[in-house]
């Protein structure tokens, strides 16, 4: 039994500094870290029941029954190892050469309740930073904000911001408040650039869409539900499709998100919009997509140092394999408390 919370001096300490924004978990081996707080909202309350329909943010739907809980708990920070468990702790180097397996089992071994961040979660808090005007910059150019070349981080090789060799990662929670997505000191870091995030809940079978419609957050990809979508290309542009192309190998690279002419869909999916897939007319929610629909493809998001414009929020890869490791792909620890 992982003990999750323990009344000390020290996560009190925490949440009286981040205004109850933040607190501390403790996994079952008594290692704490660093989550934010994420209340339960609807998307009539962000704005967006006209494009995202009625209801509960599905990050806070946990089943098919449609069971919710009042609160999530988000990683502040990237995770970095210690003994094997994922931690999200500031001002360390976040945890890279890291494959999806590994980042699901190092978050899950925290202990009840603790996973990967799934696809629900980032588009939920993707989605509130879109209604509250803030969405964060971030490492995007070698240890700075390519479009506020002031905001800089601390980069864990010791060279300046902006210099294109070493190890140009920023240690976790180093940047200003503007990375962050509440752009206060009390939000979670680094969600664009720096590196990009594995997810749990989202993956390609040869070009279809596998996911749930609800947070499943104990589920295995072996779970998820193929959703009769693909993408695919429609004269010369990615789109997103009811009908597979049969026999084409798409590699799709730097396609931009939002821009309505590079990447197409008139499906109006509801659940894909609401994961951040399907765009839904906005340009406030920056980032490309990256596809190849040949075998599996799982799903990271946000970009890294050096993706510049091209990462974001809305930044999907769906290029990678379970098993591909990268100096610039990391993952995030969740929870959920059990029932």
């Not at 005007?133 to 060279?159: F, K, M």
């Not at 429609?234 to 026999?247: P, R």
Request: with cysteine; aromatic share 12%.
């Amino acid at each position: 039994m992982s003990t999750i919370f323990i009344k000390d001096s020290f996560r009190a300490a925490v949440e009286a500094a981040s205004g109850g924004h933040q607190t501390v978990l403790y996994n079952q081996a008594g290692y704490p870290g660093f989550y934010n707080v994420i209340p339960k909202f609807d998307y009539a309350s962000i704005g967006l029941e006209a494009e995202m329909g009625a209801g509960t943010c599905t990050a806070f739907v946990v089943d098919a029954a449609g069971t919710e809980v009042d609160e999530i708990f988000i990683g502040s920070y990237l995770a970095s190892m210690k003994d094997g468990y994922a931690l999200p702790l500031p001002g360390m180097q976040p945890a890279t050469y890291i494959d999806w397996d590994a980042s699901k089992t190092a978050s899950e071994v925290n202990g009840s309740g603790f996973h990967l961040m799934t696809a629900h979660e980032w588009a939920a808090i993707a989605l509130w930073c879109t209604a509250n005007s803030t969405v964060p910059r971030g490492n995007t150019d070698n240890g700075r904000a390519h479009d506020a070349l002031y905001e800089i981080g601390r980069r864990w090789d010791g060279y300046l911001p902006g210099i294109g060799v070493g190890n140009r990662k920023t240690l976790t929670g180093s940047g200003p408040a503007a990375w962050r997505h509440n752009h206060a000191f009390n939000g979670i870091a680094d969600l664009v650039g720096n590196v990009r995030e594995w997810h749990h809940l989202f993956k390609l079978e040869d070009g279809q869409i596998f996911t749930l419609p609800y947070n499943d957050d104990a589920s295995d990809d072996t779970d998820w539900a193929a959703q009769g979508v693909y993408f695919t290309v429609d004269g010369g542009v990615l789109a997103l499709s009811d009908v597979e192309t049969a026999g084409d190998t798409l590699t799709v690279d730097r396609v931009d998100w939002d821009d309505g002419t590079s990447f197409t869909s008139s499906l109006n999916n509801e659940l894909l919009k609401r994961l951040l897939i399907e765009p839904y007319g906005t340009d406030v929610v920056q980032g490309h997509i990256y596809v190849n629909n040949a075998g599996s493809r799982f799903l990271n998001r946000g970009g890294n140092f050096r993706n510049a414009g091209e990462a974001g929020l809305a930044f999907a890869n769906l290029c990678n394999e379970r098993s591909f490791t990268i100096s610039y792909i990391g993952f995030r620890p969740a929870c959920i408390l059990p029932g």
